[in-house]
């Protein structure tokens, strides 16, 4: 059966930085896509960044140059390192994992999301 | 604002249909596969639909997508009160190389 169960949120000061994890099991991080998804409280969803099976990594635009996106193999986790963070990125940060193909880029798994509250 | 656009609430009542419309450009939905996310309240989404018309294991077939041109829809079938739930659309953005979201639309069960 297929599990993601993330942990590291909490409440971080503006311009700080905090590391979230999402550790998977019932199948191989470091041979599939792995994504987080974000939501501010009350909003819709938010693609943040991906990081493909051959290790190459891509991020939202909101994100670009302040997070990233990594994975120890050998833990069989997935992680976001988040720096300079600002009060916009509050928000529950769910791990999933991406489908990807030609034409399409949807999650078939879902984690049950870890908040992240960024005020001074 | 979100690239896709969602009505932000919908009802209806036990035993009916709804829809769900999803728009977006030819950048996104006019050419890429469409995916759909239920969301109860207090929980992660889930996948509903997915490739704009194909059902995961263990989803009812109540549940429906279609799409035509820039716009998706979902349809859901002999409406339950544990249907209520924030229902999303998403696909890729070619333009934008990126994942995008609809705003997503509130469903009521009256």
């Known amino acids: 059966e297929v599990q993601l169960v993330e942990s590291g949120g909490g409440f971080v000061q503006p311009g700080g930085s905090l590391r979230v994890s999402c550790a998977a099991s019932?199948?191989?991080?470091?041979?599939?896509?792995m994504s987080w998804v974000r939501q501010a409280p009350g909003k819709g969803l938010e693609w943040v960044s991906v990081?493909?099976?051959?290790?190459?990594?891509y991020y939202a635009d909101s994100v670009k140059g302040r997070f990233t996106i990594s994975r120890d193999n050998s833990k069989n986790t997935l992680y976001l390192q988040m720096n300079s963070l600002r009060a916009e990125d509050t928000a529950v940060y769910y791990c999933?994992?991406?489908?990807?193909?030609?034409?399409?880029?949807?999650?078939?798994?879902w984690g049950q999301g870890t908040l992240v509250t960024v005020s001074s | 604002q979100s690239v896709l656009t969602q009505p932000p609430s919908v009802s209806a009542a036990p035993g009916q249909k709804v829809t769900v419309s999803c728009s977006g450009s030819?950048?996104?939905?006019?050419?890429?596969?469409v995916s759909w996310y239920q969301q109860l309240p207090g929980t992660a989404p889930k996948l509903l639909i997915y490739?704009?018309?194909q059902r995961p294991s263990g989803i009812p077939d109540r549940f429906s997508g279609s799409k035509s041109g820039t716009s998706a829809t979902l349809g859901i079938t002999g409406l339950q009160t544990g249907d209520e739930a924030s229902y999303y659309c998403?696909?890729?953005?070619?333009?934008?190389?990126?994942?995008?979201f609809g705003g997503g639309t509130k469903l009521t069960v009256l």
């Open positions: 990081i493909y099976s051959g290790g190459s990594t």
């Open positions: 999933a994992r991406p489908v990807i193909s030609r034409r399409a880029f949807y999650f078939d798994y």
């Open positions: 019932g199948f191989t991080v470091s041979s599939n896509y």
């Open positions: 490739d704009n018309n």
């Open positions: 998403g696909t890729w953005d070619s333009s934008l190389s990126a994942v995008v």
């Open positions: 030819s950048s996104n939905i006019g050419n890429n596969y």
